[in-house]
């Protein structure tokens, strides 16, 4: 699809506007609970949810002005006053198109990574050149992450978003309170019981497993292998023309996503978490810095140029805020835009979306010491050190999924001795930030692409100007 990221910048625009009239012409309607039944002032109605806690529902008003005492956020919704078929209508059409979006990404993913992986393997040939672009693409991974949650943590202790004022609580969802994931974990769902099953459930870390071996096999086979190779290349060549499809469509998908989004979380937030909004995006914006820089030193190529070949996969990551839905457009954009070769792109991008979240580790940095500035808990070197580590390994555990970050993120406040009740603080503006992040995580695969092409001696073409279209 020719100016792609030019359709989709302007679906993300227009996607903006549209959810803001949405957000303006409806009403808040808030689900709080408290402890004692007289906290609500006269004429709300107040219902009993167990023997010591009672809920209300507050519409188009601010809770903390008929709630009294200690009170927590169940929910928040917004709605069309007199006209909530109206408000039915829009939102179940905004949903419909952008689910429709997220689903066909999806879709494209396990065959994808599948066939990509393997037909990569096998054009990467020996067991030792394999070793030698994994051990590449390992060492960049580990560097940037590493960079990434330094960046966050210095930033976190000069502003000190957590210091700025009282903030209310929420209920916290149940996710957040199953036990977080361990290295023996990590280690056991590599290795899949069932391949069929990790096909399906679209397990990203299982599948990029089978794949190195079912490649490295088919490449060890040579002539015996040759027929299998060419059925995964053949089905990687079918997969990338299905995606040029789906890209169709992603104008529509991303319009869908952003105004939803808009609509549903509209500005106040925002206003309440300023300084920790405005904490998280600057680590972002250093590091995407960082990331460029890269491209440029050590990848050998023109960084504006890059960026503009990298657009439609940057803008699709944003919207859908899931690395795994970002593949099948990382591929297309790498291969096609840039001139990156398979066996590098196959192997560097499906393990990336995996195992390389540097915004992610970023973000976990600085919401765990925020949690621990609103709570009024002193973190000294040590316990950031502690936070240093284990967000970096955190980070590998978290599914390219959206939201997934938050999740892992319980890891990383536990490991310090944090509650896991100050996450509900920050899950109001955690889907903006979920896309940004995200973004960051898949340009710091798509850099690496780059960066591990240029180390196998791989003559950047060019420009790559083929981005435009």
Partial sequence: MKRAHLWILGAIVLGALAGWGLNAATIPV????????????????V?????????????????GSVVGGKWRIVSRTRDWPEQPRLRSVAAQTLHLLGRLYMKMLLMLMVPLIVASMVSGVCGIGDVRSLGRVGGRTALFYGMTVAIAVATGLILVNLIR?????????????????????????????????????????????????????LGGVIAAMREAGAPLRACFDSLFEAMTRITGLVLYFAPVGTFALVAMLVWESGFSEFARLGLYVLTVLAGLAVHFAVLTACTAWLGGR????????????????????????????????????????????????????TANMDGTALYEAVAAMFIAQAFGIPMGLGQQVIIFVVATVAAIGAAGIPGAGTVTMVIVLRSVGLPIEGIALILAVDRFLDMCRTTVNVYGDLVASAVVARAEGVVPEPPASRAGG
């Avoid at 023997?51 to 188009?60: C, M, N, P, V, W």
């Avoid at 960026?307 to 593949?327: D, E, G, H, Q, V």
């Fill in 47 to 63: 219902r009993r949810v167990d023997g010591k806690t009672f809920e209300a529902t507050i519409t188009g008003r601010d809770p």
């Fill in 161 to 213: 978003p957590g210091s700025a004022g009282n903030f209310p609580t929420f209920e916290l969802p149940d996710k957040f309170r199953r036990a977080p994931l361990t290295v023996p974990d990590l280690i056991l769902m590599a290795v899949p019981e069932n391949i069929f099953r990790s096909m399906a459930d679209g397990e990203v870390l299982p599948l990029i497993t089978f794949s190195l071996v």
């Fill in 30 to 45: 808030t689900v709080v609970r408290f402890d004692d039944a007289a906290q609500a002032a006269p004429g709300v109605e």
């Fill in 302 to 353: 023109n960084p504006i140029a890059y960026i503009r070949a990298m657009a439609p996969a940057l803008m699709t990551a944003f919207s859908t805020a899931s690395s795994n839905a970002t593949i099948p457009v990382s591929m297309e954009c790498v291969e096609k835009r840039a001139g990156i070769p398979r066996r590098i792109a196959a192997f560097v991008l499906p393990v990336g979306a």
